[in-house]
């Protein structure tokens, strides 16, 4: 098979089995990610109502769930979703953000930013929770609030994914992921509003981490040396 021209797409004129395949090995973290959701997702869509509450609840990184079991909380909350239905969403989200700041930073990196983001974003909240129960301005029973799911993530990679994008592009996209993330933030906020902003903010800040920034600086030590 003849390789691309020069000016054409990166996977023009491969076969899409082979390009499906090597865009997966080259993603391991995102489709495995979406393989253990997608097997929590059929889970829950096969559970009873009751067992389906149970283990919403049980899976939740909510202010009883991180007292009670604080390291377990925090990972698992990031493999459910709480609609079944919204899987096939999640896969479009996923393969558009997830998968492309994982092929470009790589694994590693990627994992790290929206795994911090997760977990940051999630105590961060959960904290406003509780401040907010402790000011009489939330119910006692929001220690149990579902806070399961993986849009911290998401955020994260949607920060970071912005220092991948050429101008003009980068600046659309820029002004899109604000408006989407703002406007929630400033109608109305929730804790999970709040957790976005966390989450988005720590993608923004993981640029040090991309391969544009390692290259500036390889670059700016070898002017420097004699």
Do not use: C, K
Request: glycine residues 8%; negative net charge.
């Amino acid at each position: 098979m003849e390789p691309p021209r020069r000016g054409q797409p990166w996977w023009s004129g491969r076969n899409p089995l082979i390009w499906a395949r090597d865009w997966v090995r080259s993603t391991p973290g995102t489709h495995i990610w979406l393989l253990v959701i997608g097997v929590t997702s059929l889970v829950i869509a096969s559970a009873s109502e009751g067992l389906e509450q149970f283990l919403v609840h049980r899976t939740s990184s909510n202010i009883h769930e991180l007292n009670e079991h604080p390291l377990p909380s925090l990972l698992i909350s990031g493999f459910w979703i709480e609609r079944p239905a919204s899987f096939l969403l999640y896969v479009v989200m996923f393969e558009l953000l997830h998968a492309n700041v994982e092929r470009w930073v790589g694994t590693w990196r990627w994992l790290l930013t929206v795994g911090g983001a997760h977990i940051a974003a999630t105590l961060a909240s959960q904290e406003l929770v509780l401040l907010a129960i402790e000011g009489h301005r939330l119910p006692r029973s929001m220690t149990h609030v579902v806070d399961i799911g993986v849009s911290y993530g998401l955020a994260a990679a949607a920060g970071l994914l912005t220092y991948r994008l050429l101008p003009p592009w980068r600046y659309g996209y820029l002004v899109a992921v604000l408006v989407f993330f703002g406007i929630p933030l400033t109608t109305g906020a929730t804790f999970t509003d709040f957790g976005h902003a966390i989450a988005l903010t720590m993608g923004f800040a993981a640029w040090p981490l991309t391969p544009a920034a390692t290259a500036g600086t390889a670059d700016e030590e070898a002017e420097s040396e004699p």
